[in-house]
């Protein structure tokens, strides 16, 4: 069965540092979003990426965020200068006509 | 802002027993969905409703779309220990949007 792989599993980064999250969608799922789930907080969505550009992002989606398809399969979110309260989980999803969840990557910044 | 309301946010029973969780909200939705998650995983789509009175079924699972598109409620019959999760429901209100908004969810235990 497809899935929607996302790396890495895990990542512990510095306060101020860039991250890259990535996320390989079902190849043929047109919209791919972000969302991210503080420790014990709802599911929250982020952004919303279609046709190689955004078409929609949440107030938590400031400057120090941006997304990518660069190659046309890997999604990225990056996080450019990372504070404390960005440790969450992050799920990239995509779809067609139903939406499929990945695993999600664990980020902590210390 | 719209927001979106489970009920109960914990619920504990015996196994065998039915149980019914609740999602509503002030507007209406394009659609809605509920999923399950595990913890440390990411949400597992269940169903997604979309017409107003919709009634689907899972296995032991009924998920029920008000007549107003503005409330849902998922119901498990005879309830088991691998039931046990986080019930999320997500809702959309704007057909173009392509987004959710989720609950909070509601942490099913059920005993043996």
């Known amino acids: 069965e497809p899935e929607v792989t996302q790396t890495p599993s895990h990542q512990v980064t510095q306060m101020g540092q860039e991250v890259i999250l990535r996320c390989v969608p079902i190849?043929?799922?047109?919209?791919f979003y972000w969302y991210r789930q503080i420790l014990g907080q709802k599911v929250e969505f982020l952004v919303s990426?279609?046709?190689?550009?955004?078409?929609?992002k949440s107030e938590i989606f400031d400057d120090q965020f941006s997304v990518e398809r660069p190659d046309g399969s890997n999604f990225t979110l990056k996080i450019r200068s990372t504070k404390l309260e960005d440790s969450a989980m992050y799920f990239c999803a995509g779809e067609d006509t139903e939406a499929f969840f990945g695993q999600g990557t664990r980020l902590t910044v210390v | 802002t719209q927001l979106l309301e489970q009920s109960p946010q914990f619920l504990s029973i015996q196994e065998g027993e039915n149980l019914t969780v609740y999602c509503n909200s002030s507007s209406v939705f394009s659609s809605l969905q509920w999923y399950r998650q595990e913890p440390g995983e990411g949400p597992v789509l269940l169903v997604t409703?979309?017409?107003?009175?919709e009634v689907k079924k899972l296995k032991r699972l009924t998920f029920q779309f008000g007549d107003a598109r503005k409330d849902s409620s998922l119901h498990i019959t005879a309830a088991q220990t691998g039931d046990t999760g986080l019930y999320l429901c997500a809702g959309d209100w704007d057909t173009n949007a392509g987004k959710s908004t989720f609950g909070d969810g509601t942490t099913l235990t059920v005993k043996p």
């Open positions: 190849s043929n799922h047109l919209y």
């Open positions: 409703v979309v017409t107003g009175g």
């Open positions: 990426f279609y046709n190689n550009e955004i078409s929609e």
